[in-house]
C-alpha cells in the first residue's frame, strides 16, 4: 500500500506541473464556462471576475470545476485536449458520454474537472474506503481533495458528489447477442450512431474507448492493417465466403493477425479512433461481391 500511495504521489506531482503548465482553454469557451463547486453547480465565474483573475489563474493549476458549452466542430478528444486532460475524464464525469462518446453536439454543457479523474455520485450505503478501493486511490486522496469540503468522521451522505483525482473506472462491456437466426451478429453492444446511406456505406457502433469489437460472424481474417487512405485508420477485414466480406474501421488495435481463422462473437479488436474519426466508435460495412451493403438487413434488432 506505501509502495503504490509514493508511485501515485510521484504521479500527482508531475501531473500537477503539467496541468499548471497546460494552456488554458481559448477565450470563447471561458465566456460560456461557469463554475461549479460539488454538490453546488449553481456557483457561477462570471466572465469579468475571470478577467480579473486570469493573469494569475494562468500561473496556477485550476482548483475549481467549469461547464463547457460544445461548439460545432469538437469532439471530447479536442476539447479534453484543450483542458489538458484525457478523454475519459470527460467520460466518467458526464453520464452521457460513458458509453456513447460520439454523441455530442452544439450547445450541450459538459462538467470538466480540473484533474484527471472521476466525478462520482455517491450512492447510499458507500464510503470513502468503498469509492478508494473502486477507483484505485488512498482514502486520503479524496478526503484531502479541497472541492470535496470533507471533515472527519468523513460520512457520506446519498447524492453527493465528489471528485475522485486521478482515480480510474474500470467500465465493464456488455456483449452483442449471437442469436444463429440472423446472418451476422451486431459487432459491439452499444448505440447506433450513424446508420448506412448512400454518402456513408456503412453504420456507426458507439461503445467507448478501448471496448471489444467482435467478429461479426465465422470468417478468415485476411487484413489487419491502416487502409490505404488512412480515412478509416486501423482496420480488420474478415472473409465470410460467398462474396462476403466484414469491415471493421476506427479501431485502437487489433487481437488477431492475418491468415486467422475467427468465429462469430470472438473478439478480433478494440475499438478506438482512429483515421478521420470524432470520437470512439466501430465503423462496420459488409460487402457482397465488393459492393456495400446495408449491415442492419443482416443484423437483429439490437444488439
Avoid: C
Amino acid at each position: 500500500m506505501v509502495g503504490r500511495a509514493a508511485r501515485r504521489l510521484a504521479g500527482v506531482a508531475v501531473l500537477g506541473v503539467l496541468l499548471a503548465a497546460a494552456p488554458l482553454p481559448r477565450s470563447g469557451s471561458l465566456a460560456a464556462a461557469q463554475q461549479a463547486a460539488p454538490g453546488n453547480p449553481q456557483d457561477v465565474l462570471t466572465v469579468a471576475r475571470w478577467t480579473a483573475l486570469q493573469p494569475e489563474l494562468e500561473r496556477q493549476p485550476r482548483l475549481w470545476l467549469v461547464w463547457h458549452d460544445v461548439s460545432a466542430g469538437e469532439s471530447i478528444w479536442s476539447i479534453a485536449d484543450g483542458y489538458g486532460l484525457d478523454p475519459d475524464t470527460l467520460r466518467w464525469s458526464n453520464p452521457s458520454l460513458v458509453h456513447n462518446p460520439d454523441l455530442i453536439s452544439p450547445g450541450q454543457k459538459l462538467l470538466i474537472l480540473p484533474v484527471p479523474g472521476v466525478y462520482h455520485t455517491v450512492q447510499a450505503g458507500q464510503t470513502i474506503e468503498d469509492l478508494a478501493e473502486a477507483y484505485g486511490v488512498e482514502p486520503e486522496e479524496i478526503t484531502g481533495y479541497r472541492l470535496n469540503h470533507l471533515r472527519a468522521p468523513y460520512t457520506l451522505v446519498e447524492g453527493q458528489k465528489l471528485v475522485i483525482p486521478f482515480g480510474r473506472k474500470s467500465t465493464q462491456w456488455a456483449r452483442p447477442s449471437l442469436a444463429l437466426d440472423y446472418a451476422f451478429a451486431w459487432p459491439a453492444a452499444g448505440a447506433l450512431s450513424q446508420r448506412f446511406s448512400s454518402t456513408h456505406g456503412a453504420i456507426d457502433v458507439a461503445v467507448g474507448y478501448d471496448s471489444p469489437v467482435y467478429a461479426a460472424t465465422d470468417g478468415r481474417v485476411t487484413r489487419v492493417d491502416w487502409d490505404d487512405s488512412g480515412y478509416w485508420g486501423f482496420w480488420v477485414v474478415l472473409d465470410h465466403g460467398d462474396g462476403l466480406h466484414s469491415y471493421y474501421a476506427h479501431l485502437k488495435g487489433a487481437t488477431v493477425a492475418a491468415g486467422q481463422w475467427v468465429e462469430r462473437g470472438q473478439e478480433i479488436g478494440r475499438m478506438g479512433s482512429t483515421g478521420n474519426s470524432t470520437g470512439p466508435h466501430v465503423h462496420f460495412e459488409i460487402r457482397q461481391n465488393g459492393a456495400r451493403v446495408d449491415p442492419l438487413t443482416y443484423l437483429p434488432p439490437g444488439p
